[in-house]
Nanobody
Framework: QVRLVESGGGLVQAGGSLRLSCVASGINFKIAPMAWYRQALGSQRDMVAHITAGGITNYTDSVKGRFTISRSWPKNTVYLQMDYLKPEDTAVYYC?????????WGQGAQVTVSS
């Protein structure tokens, strides 16, 4: 069964950094595109970063220059490095993959940025 297990959330001050990790199992990681979404309190879930199976990345405008998505094929892991964090980045962050017509989600990681 597909599983995405996240870690690395927490509480940081504005301007600080966090790195989220997502370990994938039950999929062929070599052909799976991966993404990070976030959902703030009272808001919809939106994609913030995407990486193709080959390592090509895309970001939503609000995080460009501050967040970096990457992946380790040997570790079956996707990362989200978040720098220069702002209070408006506060949300639950979800790892995601689309695999043979289905979406699979991590359990969510709370990121809280205080001013």
């Amino acid at each position: 069964q597909v599983r995405l297990v996240e870690s690395g959330g927490g509480l940081v001050q504005a301007g600080g950094s966090l790195r989220l990790s997502c370990v994938a199992s039950g999929i062929n990681f070599k052909i799976a595109p991966m993404a990070w979404y976030r959902q703030a309190l009272g808001s919809q879930r939106d994609m913030v970063a995407h990486i193709t199976a080959g390592g090509i990345t895309n970001y939503t405008d609000s995080v460009k220059g501050r967040f970096t998505i990457s992946r380790s094929w040997p570790k079956n892991t996707v990362y989200l490095q978040m720098d220069y964090l702002k209070p408006e980045d506060t949300a639950v962050y979800y790892c995601n993959t689309n695999y043979y017509g289905r979406s699979w989600w991590g359990q969510g990681a709370q990121v809280t940025v205080s001013s």
